[in-house]
Nanobody
Framework: QVPLVESGGGSVQAGESLKLSCVAS????????MAWFRQVPGLTRAGVAA???????TYADSVKGRFTISKDNAENALYLQMNNLEPADTAIYYC??????????????WGQGTQVTVFS
């Protein structure tokens, strides 16, 4: 069973918004950290936003003030609201979950990815 399933990607114009969703097959309380990563072909997968079990959130500098991460324990879902999108946000976005928010190796469960394309 796929542990995490993303949806909500698409193609938009710069300045528009998208909301990504990630539904987990497990209850969210089993994870100490859930996060969104993004990857452009040829580059390393990079963290975008993370939310810890106590609700603490962190963001990459490039998305602060534009993206909001949230979760709904009742729905076993993680979200990423992306506003004022820029062409530089174009990437495949991945949902991830794990034991800590410290490094890539902390995330044991991953989604299949969803493409976000932003046109100028």
């Amino acid at each position: 069973q796929v542990p995490l399933v993303e949806s909500g990607g698409g193609s938009v114009q710069a300045g528009e918004s998208l909301k990504l969703s990630c539904v987990a097959s497990k209850a969210l309380y089993v994870y100490e950290c859930m996060a969104w990563f993004r990857q452009v072909p040829g580059l390393t997968r990079a963290g975008v936003a993370a939310i810890e079990g106590d609700g603490t959130v962190t963001y990459a500098d490039s998305v602060k003030g534009r993206f909001t991460i949230s979760k709904d324990n009742a729905e076993n879902a993680l979200y990423l609201q992306m506003n004022n999108l820029e062409p530089a946000d174009t990437a495949i976005y991945y949902c991830a979950a794990g034991s800590r928010c410290n490094q890539l190796a902390d995330f044991g469960d991953w989604g299949q990815g969803t493409q976000v394309t932003v046109f100028s």
